[in-house]
């Protein structure tokens, strides 16, 4: 490992892996376990929302690419929300960054184990955790192009997977093979598209904004990108058309496979947690007689939940790294490996993640439940400082004279459109029952600020 404090991550992301990690980081556990709950609560309308979520999450991921293409800098919006905020806004901006990808570690790792007990029940869920902890981390620790080749391809397979099951649900659906209850009235027939009305639409968006989140990855991997000001724009306009071709398509099919007032039973509808633990995209192929497919999608959805906590211990390192770089964390984690990777940054980030066995072991049947619902509310958060941050990123940009490489979509109206949204989602996380999510917000607001008190105050007197 390089002893010196200002080791330098090494550019070995080509395009492909830039625009894949993204991908792999926004399809896993939010589409392939929370889409059976956002189809009880909003029917087919279903597709209303993640079209909502969609344009949302375009909108802000065209504000960080446009900050990441101008200055891909270790540390992605943080180091620019320190550089063009202040010192605060960069602190709370990479921490809570870092604690939301703890937090999505900890989720996905409960799912991986959810995806397993349908092979194996008897296997306990805490020591399926442990083992693919182990195994990811040792992965992380290679070198970047590594972590880079195993994400495209750890991608390539749950995308060409879904891309199979459309097919798959096509065939089924038009030959006639799934039987009399597989139609495209299915879309309608029971009790209309809007089954639940706008309320349905309105109730899901939350759990529909958990199943983009990991989108902003794009902008963690800009400081190790081979040129970001290519690759980046790319990655921002090609990921989210291919995602929402992908969630629209497979959703489509799903629906029109099965009813959905059947699918949503698949599961305690008066339990939310129970609910996020059934996976429809597994349970329709069962349903339908097709074991095959469903132990094949099992097999994809694990994948999945493997790539996104991959692509979290990767962006969680880097985070420390750039946090480190801007004096808000310990300077220890600007040490790199030979090969530079941040090493001291993913152990310590790993530790913190490492409690999600505990959790396993002590509160299996809540555990993924409670951590989902804290991963929304720091999701949103975090969103909310990409688009504040973006603000006063084109504010000085204009100040200056600078000429825009990647402009982001109707700024400032996008801005405000994206903080209204965010707002009416923490509106949403209340009315779903994650009261304690929506309680955590300020708590952890004021505990990171009390941090950056004291830090100050340290900074001071060691003056």
Known sequence: MSTSADGQL????????????????????????????????????????????????????????????????????????????????GLFSGWNYWFLYV????????????????????????????????????????????????????????????????????????????????????????????????????ISLAIVMFSFGGLELVGIAAAEADDPQRSIPKAVNQVLYRILIFYFGAILVLICLYPWTMLANTADQSNWTAYMQASPFVLIFKYIGSDTAAHILNFVVLTAALSVYNSGVYCNSRMLFGLAAQKNAPRI????????????????????????????????????????SLVVSSLILNWAMISLTHMKFRKAMLAKGETI??????????????????LLIYVNIYLLGMKGAVYMAPVWIFLVWLGYRAKRALGAVSK
């Open 103 to 202: 937090l999505v570690g900890m989720s996905e790792l409960m799912a991986v184990s959810k995806y397993v007990h349908f092979w194996y029940p008897d296997i306990p869920e805490w020591q399926t955790v442990l083992f693919f902890f182990l195994l990811i981390n040792l992965i992380n620790l290679a070198n970047v192009k590594f972590f880079g080749e195993l994400e495209f391809w750890f991608a390539l397979i749950k995308v060409a997977a879904i891309i199979g099951m459309i097919i798959l649900g096509g065939y089924i659906l038009f030959s006639g093979s799934g039987g009399e209850l597989s139609s495209v009235s299915n879309l309608w027939k029971y009790d209309g598209f809007f089954a639940n009305g706008a309320y349905g639409v309105f």
């Open 405 to 422: 490489i990647f402009k982001a979509f109707w700024y400032p109206f996008s801005n405000y459109l994206c903080l209204a949204f965010i």
């Open 333 to 372: 984690f600007t040490r790199v490996s030979a090969n530079g990777v941040p090493v001291v940054a993913i152990l310590v980030s790993s530790a913190f993640t490492m409690l999600c066995v505990i959790l396993s072991y002590a509160m299996p049947e809540e555990a993924l439940g409670i951590l989902m």
């Open 10 to 89: 090494r550019r070995g992301l080509q395009n492909r892996h830039i625009q894949l990690i993204a991908l792999g980081g926004a399809i896993g556990t939010g589409l392939f376990l929370g889409l059976g709950s956002t189809i009880q609560m909003a029917g087919p309308a279903v597709l209303v929302s993640y079209a909502i979520g969609g344009l949302i999450a375009f909108l802000i991921m065209r504000q960080l690419g446009e900050m990441m293409t101008q200055e891909p800098v270790a540390g992605s919006f943080s180091n620019l929300a320190h550089k063009y905020w202040g010192d605060f806004a």
